[in-house]
């Protein structure tokens, strides 16, 4: 049984940084991909960064620039840092793994899911 789970969020002014890590545990193999998605109330969940076992990277046009997604040392560990927030980057923020490696931001192709971090940005 594959379990994700975030850690991180938080509350920050705009123009500030957050850092969000995730654990995807049970694996008896490397995640092959592992991605950044996030919620804003009333709003459909979206796609924010996404990286592969062998380190590719894909992110939304909205968080280039300001995010970064990164593989820690210890396997199917993944962290997102973000830098220059602005309110509209309020949401709840989750974190999805895949059974296989892809590049994609579509929330259908992401087999494992955590329950998600708030991270509130204000003005």
């Known amino acids: 049984q594959v379990q994700v789970v975030e850690s991180g969020g938080g509350s920050v002014q705009a123009g500030g940084s957050l850092r969000l890590s995730c654990v995807a545990s049970?694996?008896?193999?490397?995640?092959?991909?592992m991605a950044w998605f996030r919620q804003a109330p009333g709003k459909e969940r979206e796609g924010v960064a996404v990286?592969?076992?062998?380190?590719?990277?894909m992110y939304a046009d909205s968080v280039k620039g300001r995010f970064t997604i990164s593989k820690a040392s210890v396997q199917n560990t993944v962290s997102l840092q973000m830098n220059s927030l602005k309110p509209e980057d309020t949401a709840i923020y989750y974190c999805?793994?895949?059974?296989?490696?892809?590049?994609?931001?579509?929330?259908?192709?992401?087999?494992?899911w955590g329950p998600g971090t708030q991270v509130t940005v204000s003005s």
């Open positions: 049970g694996y008896t193999y490397s995640a092959y991909s």
């Open positions: 999805a793994a895949a059974r296989w490696r892809l590049l994609t931001l579509l929330p259908g192709d992401f087999a494992y």
């Open positions: 990286i592969d076992r062998d380190g590719y990277t």
